[in-house]
């Protein structure tokens, strides 16, 4: 796995998925048939009560595992996946986004949730975020080794540029635009987390959102505002159109406009 550069968090999930396997059945893998691996997938189903998403990421880590280093396709060659769920993302409306922004714990978290909203960045793409990711002129920001391996650009918010030279002042980054505990490094995926949590308490707010929902808000907020679906789907790092299609909730595209973040339209 990592010689294929799988995420960190993909590892550790596989790996996870097969040793839970190994200690339900009290058998190694290689001993193991293909009832037994139904009767484990039943067990999160039934007693577990895991969602679809949940038994179809432990099927991905065990078929990895049987197929790559194995190479016994036959055990799990007829065991179903799970179909996925297709639900509609909570979106914060503006009024709501705002009220957060009011409500943040400091000023980094301000800046956090609104580089998060301003972008549509997912949270390890914040953390990773560097201070030459940064196009002040042209108002981008540099997404790099993202999702699938992929680098892209998305938006920067160009009223929130006077904030930013604020927060640098204060902070002082050096290398990460959020430092960690320690000048150099960046700032933990929890601390992410905290800012929003902590921010989402204050405001009143009652959505069971969760720091993801920025990255929704930002792109149904784009669609809201007139902008076509490809530019979204390049924004948002989407291989497939269709995971972009999801935030259609009515006909409101308008062609040839400028692209600018959802950001501009609240400050």
């Not at 996925?84 to 957060?100: A, C, D, S, V, Y």
């Not at 196009?135 to 997404?143: G, V």
């Not at 650009?153 to 290398?175: D, F, I, Q």
Request: charged share 25%.
């Amino acid at each position: 796995m990592e010689i294929e550069h799988f995420a960190g968090s993909s590892i550790k999930s596989y790996l996870n998925s097969i040793k839970q396997l190994c200690i339900f059945t009290s058998r190694l893998p290689h001993e193991l048939e293909e009832q037994d691996i139904l009767d484990f997938l039943s067990l999160l189903v039934k007693h577990n009560k895991a969602s679809r998403e949940t038994v179809r990421n432990y099927l991905q880590g065990i078929r990895y595992v049987y197929k790559r280093v194995y190479k016994r396709t036959d055990v799990i060659q007829d065991v179903p996946y799970p179909k996925k769920t297709r639900k509609l993302p909570l979106i914060l409306t503006g009024k709501e986004m705002q009220k957060l922004f009011a409500s943040a714990v400091s000023m980094k978290a301000e800046m956090v949730l609104k580089i998060a909203y301003c972008g549509g960045l997912r949270r390890n793409e914040i953390a990773n975020l560097k201070l030459t990711d940064i196009d002040s002129t042209n108002c981008l920001l540099r997404i790099e080794n993202s999702k699938g391996a992929k680098d892209r650009y998305t938006l920067l918010s160009r009223k929130m540029l006077g904030s930013l030279r604020n927060y640098y002042l204060e902070y002082n980054p050096k290398v990460y635009l959020f430092n960690g505990r320690n000048a150099g490094s960046r700032y933990s995926e929890q601390g992410l987390r905290w800012c929003f949590t902590e921010s989402l308490k204050r405001s009143g707010i009652q959505k069971p959102v969760s720091f993801h929902n920025l990255r929704h808000s930002f792109a149904s907020h784009l669609l809201a505002v007139g902008t076509d679906l490809v530019s979204i789907q390049k924004l948002m790092g989407h291989d497939d159109i269709r995971t972009t299609m999801n935030y259609i909730q009515q006909n409101c595209q308008v062609q040839g406009k400028p692209i600018v973040s959802p950001l501009d339209y609240l400050l």
